[in-house]
Nanobody
Framework: VHLLESGGGLVQAGGSLRLSCSVS????????LTWYHQAPGKERELVAR???????TYADSVKGRFTISRDNANTMVYLQMNSLKPGDTGVYYC??????????????WGQGTQVTVSS
């Protein structure tokens, strides 16, 4: 199973970016897809997650600014980031809860994509 993030970059405060993450490999199904943020010198923190049924959860710091979504085939997850702030700077990681068989459920990580927000 392989996860690949894209869409990071340098943006001014108040700007927008859209991150994408593709999930590929031998997959029966994907349960939860989650975006995490790791700011410089800090621990990785949950930003947003979306269940297979479409239910979403957001960190308080991004509510009203970020939107997570997944495609109908459930192999892509997106993070639309608006009204970006310098505090949003860091590496964004995609995490997928993947069902290989009914008895084998694993979490996989992407390599991360860098987001830098200038003030």
């Amino acid at each position: 199973v392989h996860l690949l993030e894209s869409g990071g970059g340098l943006v001014q405060a108040g700007g927008s970016l859209r991150l994408s993450c593709s999930v590929s490999g031998y997959i029966n199904s994907i349960n939860v897809l989650t975006w995490y943020h790791q700011a410089p010198g800090k621990e990785r923190e949950l930003v947003a997650r979306v269940s297979s049924g479409g239910s979403t959860t957001y960190a308080d710091s991004v509510k009203g600014r970020f939107t997570i979504s997944r495609d109908n085939a459930n192999t892509m997850v997106y993070l639309q980031m608006n009204s970006l702030k310098p505090g949003d700077t860091g590496v964004y990681y995609c995490n997928a809860e993947v069902v290989i068989t009914p008895d084998e459920v694993y979490h996989y990580w992407g390599q991360g994509t860098q987001v830098t927000v200038s003030s």
